[in-house]
Nanobody, 112 residues
Framework: VQLVESGGGLVQPGGSLRLSCAAS????????MTWHRQAPGKAREWVAT???????FYTDSVKGRFTASRDNANGVVYLQMNSLKPEDTAVYYC???????WGQGTQVTVSS
């Protein structure tokens, strides 16, 4: 049972990245899925929630720039990140809220 993130990297301010999080060994169809991030020297913070029915919720700092989505059939959740800022630099994690399973994280660096 695991979650594996991918898609991180180095991007210039104003650029875009799409993160993926693939489930292995279990189905999250009926689970709440979340994205979190942890910047250097800071506590991990919540970024977005995707309810089983499709509703999404975001922390204020990413509203209008990030879009979370889920592909239940293929066991993948996504985080589309646009208009990236240097303050978005962090390790990004996905989580299955119901099972408390975490991914290993993927590094996102926004820098010129």
């Amino acid at each position: 049972v695991q979650l594996v993130e991918s898609g991180g990297g180095l991007v210039q301010p104003g650029g875009s990245l799409r993160l993926s999080c693939a489930a292995s060994g279990f189905s999250f169809i009926e689970d709440i899925m979340t994205w979190h991030r942890q910047a250097p020297g800071k506590a991990r913070e919540w970024v977005a929630t995707m309810a089983p029915g499709g509703a999404t919720f975001y922390t204020d700092s990413v509203k209008g720039r990030f879009t979370a989505s889920r592909d239940n059939a293929n066991g993948v959740v996504y985080l589309q990140m646009n208009s990236l800022k240097p303050e978005d630099t962090a390790v990004y994690y996905c989580q299955d809220f119901d099972s408390t399973t975490w991914g290993q994280g993927t590094q996102v660096t926004v820098s010129s």
